[in-house]
């Protein structure tokens, strides 16, 4: 629809709805790792459906260039979108739910992960149930933390090309390239994520704390790399630690979808992971208002370390709010010797 807009305002409403259709994508695909991988094992699929959103951030620049230059901006439209269409179409065709292909008794255990099947599993999620997950600090604490998290990467993901011109010096063509490194690095991060994420849950006694470990360390290692990146005056210095922050982002960003898997009842991994994607949406918006408006107002510098300074609260959020997995029932969380799940008191 953004090809065929005719004003300003179509155009937004256009990005408005895109917004909205993109808005399911990672709980869902947070749920169906959640259904097909045991808890211990979700690492690497969640870093690879993850490492796609900075793949096609580090491709998009050169392509839709292309496109631009060569056809117009219409058409750059209307392809993404046909290739969006075909890529639902193979999902719908091909994608099935392993309650509906009949698993054997092995095959359950094995995602299962050994545990008896779960009941509740299949069980339909009320507004109340969902209502519920705002009553543990677990909740809150991958809200606020992926806040921290989303909100540095995408004051990279909204102002490099700007920061890299105006504040760096860099001409149109080399902002261009150079932008894109960065992107490749976030897309190897997730994939590392993945595997460091299950390996560590493997050795942890606590899958969620195996999950949580990783991201915590990744999100201090990005507002640590980020203050060199704001204030050394070499560009392949300052090119090099911004590359190291979305890396780290990426990772942080694959390990918090795994760690929505472990936290959550398997009938709550979406709503969950829906959740913690509202926290970094909003952290997301933000990011380029309050970065824009702050490097207008004095310069680049304090912008980036204010997302330096945001992103280790979220590390600390994590580190601190989320202590343990939100139970399967609600009832049992009340028993004080529960407590330990992260149940707000």
Not at 100 to 124: H, I, N, T, V
Not at 234 to 239: F, R, T
Request: net charge positive; hydrophobic share 55%; with cysteine.
């Amino acid at each position: 629809a953004g090809g065929l807009v005719h004003s300003f305002t179509q155009f937004v409403l256009s990005r408005m709805v895109l917004g909205i259709g993109e808005a399911p994508q990672f709980p869902s695909a947070a749920r169906v790792v959640s259904n097909w991988f045991p808890v211990r094992e979700r690492g690497v699929p969640t870093g690879i459906f993850n490492s796609a959103s900075p793949l096609g951030s580090a491709l998009a620049p050169p392509v839709l260039t292309l496109l631009i230059v060569y056809l117009d901006w219409r058409w750059m439209f209307v392809l993404m979108g046909v290739v969006g269409l075909v890529m639902a179409a193979i999902w719908f065709a091909l994608y099935r739910d392993p309650v509906s292909l009949g698993l054997d008794a092995a095959e359950s255990a094995y995602l299962g992960d050994g545990a008896e099947p779960d009941d509740k599993a299949g069980e339909r999620l009320g507004f109340r149930d969902w209502l519920a997950l705002f009553g543990h600090l677990t909740t809150w604490g991958m809200i606020l933390g992926f806040f921290g998290s989303v909100y540095l990467n995408w004051v990279y993901l909204t102002w490099l090309p700007g920061y890299l011109t105006q504040a760096r010096g860099m001409n149109l063509v080399t902002s261009g390239f150079a932008t894109s490194v960065p992107f490749f690095c976030g897309f190897v991060g997730c994939l590392v994520a993945g595997w460091f994420s299950d390996k560590l849950t493997r050795r942890s006694s606590s899958p969620v704390a195996g999950r949580k470990v990783p991201i915590v360390l990744a999100m201090l290692g990005m507002a640590a790399f980020t203050v060199p990146a704001a204030l050394v005056a070499s560009n392949v210095i300052a090119l090099a630690c911004i590359s190291v922050v979305v890396f780290l982002a990426n990772a942080s960003s694959a390990s918090a979808w795994a760690l929505a898997t472990a936290a959550a009842p398997p009938n709550r991994v979406a709503s969950l992971g829906s959740l913690q994607n509202f926290g970094g949406f909003l952290g997301g918006a933000l990011a380029p208002v309050v970065t824009g408006y702050i490097a207008q107002s004095f310069s680049f510098v304090p912008a980036l370390l204010t997302g330096a300074a945001i992103a280790f609260l979220g590390a600390l959020s994590y580190l601190l709010l989320v202590r343990g997995p939100i139970p399967a029932d609600e009832r049992a969380s009340r028993d004080p010797a529960l407590s330990a799940t992260g149940q707000l008191r």
